[in-house]
């Protein structure tokens, strides 16, 4: 792929973005941002880099991305290997490495062996056996609770020393706070004194179905080997674990650096600075910290891409001679810096004005997100989901009417509900609520907007440029005069013509004209690289005036039945047969010259009203399972072209969308009569099926 240049505007960029602060600001409004961009390596092989979430690379490739984004922007901070979430279908948790600072960037923990003039760590030994009882020893003497480890064996790997301790910390229930730590004995009989055969840290394959009844399972393990040593840290809150932590560094400065691994508390009071590397289906996904600014976010980005092309990752692949993005999404999230200044929690109007606004521009919802796009999708527009557009305008006009003060309940138990695809999934959806104020998940109340329908993009510059549109945005419609009043009934044009790239790119221009005409210009020029890449030019025919572009054009997969697996996934099958062209023309062209597509007439717009756009539907093969096995493949596609009285000019032939139209040497087909049709009267999408 050639080095996308940098678009050009840069001032009027700094510029806006400041007058969005500044709004901002003034409004009294703090609102975060969040990003959740995916990697793949230069080569991704490999089911891990195509549906499953795992495999035999992935984590390695995260570690050297988190030793990188130390280097370059945390020196110093704690690294953590955390379990994740874990999904049916799925045999173990997915893990999570999560790079942990104060607030203010600075370490949590100041580790001697990281110190200037501290002998090399990569040298430096693991504690012996002797000195790892030492070490438990001290830490019970500093915590004013005697620790009592229990060793255990690992069976899968006969070097390994591996000690259990049970340690808590129990809040005091007295108004001025504090507590203190709790132990017990773990007493276990020698034949189970074992670790579960299974991959991961010690502390996740503890043999705790054997653990003392109605105690909490809480345990510090400490491993060794002849090559390293960790400690799994327990469940604990902020402040504790950061003791403990410290503790740990304060009696280990003779030994190699410990890994660490844990169950990290969710904080949501603004104490860290959290950055999450974790595996999902095809992807490296990299959660960002939370970004007070829109030029921390722009700076992060930038970061992740430098330190992300040291390691061999990148956020995009090579499929054949085109390059598209990593399949893994490049989602945004709004919220607040804690819960007391969450924007959206006393503003449910403004939040009602910006559902509505994106609903009325399906350029937010398709020109930045991947191929695969609609009902089937991992970001279905609430129109396209399992809501009918009468519950909708009835949730809107309910939250526009609420009282002032906090509403956050109201607000996410009447959106929560619709924001879902057809299968009532709800964090499956254009702007998901799954983390706004969801009590039935551990990490559910936030505060969070989540925008998922963006695909990660080959430069930094395309998707900082997105995130300024969408902040500028939501500045924009702080106005009430600036929000739609009730939403669109958009009906079969939604996917018959509003998601084609002419009609996607006259969108985007609207919403750009608004800003503008708002104070809030935006310099066009990277959206423009951003449809450009997102919709390949196929055919590019010029001659006397006439003109004859085409475009790869947008098509809503179908949704197929459940499909097993073996080893499980989560990822769902569509049937991805089906492809779809833009055909733009120019008055000289249409008055001149016809086309053929398969020998059969390929109407163009009538220059009478307006110029309604062209498109054509293909099944480009034929996939197992798939929708409609009986249907014959349609390519190679043959175009040809024709004066207005049937001598035929050129032929081309389409193999494949990543080819384009090559050039054919003999003439065209024999005309078959029919000419092309749609699914209905007046469709705009002409279909080679029927």
């Known amino acids: 792929m050639k080095e996308v240049e940098i678009p050009s505007g840069v001032m009027s960029i700094s510029a806006t973005a400041a007058a969005v602060e500044k709004r901002l600001q003034e409004a009294g409004i703090a609102l975060t941002i969040g990003g959740e961009p995916t990697l793949v390596p230069l080569q991704p092989d490999g089911a891990e880099w195509t549906v499953s979430a795992d495999g035999p690379t992935k984590l390695r490739y995260a570690h050297a991305l988190a030793r990188e984004l130390q280097q370059r922007a945390w020196p110093g901070s704690t690294l953590l290997h955390c379990p994740g979430k874990r999904y049916d279908g799925e045999v173990n948790p997915r893990w999570v490495l999560r ?34 009882s030492q070490l438990l020893d001290l830490l019970g003497n500093e915590l004013g609770c005697p620790l009592q480890p229990l060793p255990l064996r690992d069976p899968l790997q006969a070097d390994h020393m591996v000690w259990a301790v049970p340690l808590s910390w129990e809040e005091e229930s007295n108004p001025s706070g504090g507590g203190h730590w709790q132990t017990l004995i773990w007493d276990l009989d020698e034949p189970l004194r074992q670790l579960l055969p299974a991959p991961g840290p010690a502390g996740l394959r503890l043999p705790l179905q054997h653990f003392p009844e109605g105690a909490l399972r809480q345990v510090l393990t400490l491993e060794c080997s002849p090559s390293g040593w960790g400690v799994f840290l327990p469940p604990l809150p902020r402040q504790p674990l950061e003791l403990l932590l410290r503790l740990i560094a304060k009696h280990s400065n003779r030994w190699a650096l410990p890994e660490l691994s844990g169950v990290l508390p969710l904080d949501i009071t603004g104490h860290w600075q959290v950055l999450g590397l974790t595996a999902d289906p095809g992807v490296l996904e990299v959660n960002l910290p939370v970004c007070n600014s829109w030029q921390e976010y722009a700076d992060w980005i930038g970061l992740l891409e430098q330190a992300g092309a040291a390691v061999g990752l990148r956020t995009w692949k090579q499929k054949g001679l085109r390059a598209e993005g990593t399949g893994g999404g490049n989602h945004l999230l709004w919220g607040g810096p804690d819960l007391e200044h969450n924007p959206f929690f006393s503003r449910p109007d403004w939040l009602v004005g910006i559902l509505r606004y994106w609903q009325h521009h399906p350029s937010l919802a398709y020109l930045f997100s991947g191929r695969s796009v609609g009902p089937a999708s991992q970001a279905p527009r609430p129109d396209e989901g399992s809501a009918s557009l009468l519950d909708l305008e009835l949730a809107h006009q309910a939250l526009e009417q609420l009282e002032a003060g906090d ?11 619709l924001h879902a695809d057809r ?16 009590p039935a998940w551990a990490a559910g109340c936030q505060g969070l907007l989540e925008f998922r329908a963006m695909e990660s993009l080959p430069h930094h510059h395309w998707t900082s440029a997105i995130s300024l549109l969408w902040r500028a945005l939501a500045t924009h419609l702080l106005e009430p005069g600036h ?34 005409s708002d104070g809030l210009a935006l310099d066009a020029a990277p959206f423009r690289a951003i449809w450009n890449w997102r919709f390949p030019v196929l055919l590019d025919w010029h001659q006397n005036g006439a003109s004859l572009e085409i475009r790869q054009a947008l098509e809503p997969w179908p949704l197929l039945c459940d499909t097993p697996e073996e080893g499980g996934t989560t990822s769902r099958f569509v049937d991805s047969s089906l492809r779809r062209f833009e055909v733009v023309t120019n008055l000289d062209l249409r008055q001149s010259y016809a086309l053929r597509l398969q020998g059969r007439p390929l109407s163009l717009p009538s220059d009478d009203g307006p110029c309604q756009p062209v498109a054509v539907r293909y099944r480009q093969e034929a996939l197992f399972p798939c929708l409609h096995p009986c249907l014959p493949v349609d390519v190679p596609l043959q175009l040809d072209l024709l004066t207005q009285s049937g001598s035929a000019l050129h032929s081309w032939v389409l193999n494949t969308d990543a080819e384009g139209f090559v050039e054919l040497p003999h003439g065209p087909f024999q005309a078959l009569g029919e000419p092309l049709r749609g699914a209905s009267p007046g469709a705009c999408s002409l279909d080679l099926r029927l």
Do not use: Y
């Open 407 to 417: 509403q956050r309940v109201a607000i996410s138990e009447t959106l929560r509900h």
């Open 483 to 516: 929000r739609p009043r009730q939403l669109l009934t958009w009906g079969e044009t939604l996917h018959d013509s509003a998601m084609l790239p002419s009609q996607l790119w006259s969108d985007l221009e609207k919403v750009l004209a608004e800003l503008a």
């Open 99 to 132: 790079l942990i600072t104060s607030c203010q960037g600075e370490p949590l923990v100041s580790w001697p062996q990281l110190a200037p003039g501290a002998s090399d760590s990569s040298t430096a030994k693991p504690p012996s056996s002797a000195e790892a």
């Open 423 to 438: 299968s009532g999934n709800s964090h499956r959806s254009e702007i998901s609520l799954d983390k706004f104020w969801n």
